[in-house]
Nanobody
């Protein structure tokens, strides 16, 4: 089992920045890919970014050039740096881990471990 704990959410004005963190505990050696997802009220959970254990990254088109995913393997932590935030980025952000190599890194069903989420609110 892998436990994921997110932190770093909050409220910012449009154009601002936030950095989310996801600390992994347990059998972390079993994870091949880590992802960030978000879910706004009334909407489906969507993939934002993902990073493989070897460092390869994937981004949703809506966040390319604004968000950066990174990892610190020594700390078993994945980060999501979010810049130039927009009101439409407002959502609950979830960290996820996959014990297999996903066919599509931004699809929620490819991940088998999830955190509880951290809220991000961007005001105009």
């Amino acid at each position: 089992q892998v436990q994921l704990v997110e932190s770093g959410g909050g409220s910012v004005q449009a154009g601002g920045s936030l950095r989310l963190s996801c600390a992994a505990f347990g059998y972390t050696y079993s994870t091949n890919c880590m992802g960030w997802f978000r879910q706004a009220p009334g909407k489906e959970r969507e993939g934002v970014a993902a990073i493989y254990d070897v460092g390869t990254t994937v981004y949703a088109d809506s966040v390319k050039g604004r968000f950066t995913i990174s990892q610190d393997n020594a700390k078993n932590t994945v980060y999501l740096q979010m810049n130039s935030l927009k009101p439409e980025d407002t959502a609950m952000y979830y960290c996820a881990a996959s014990s297999i190599r996903p066919g599509n890194e931004l699809v929620r069903y490819e991940y088998n471990f999830w955190g509880q989420g951290t809220q991000v609110t961007v005001s105009s």
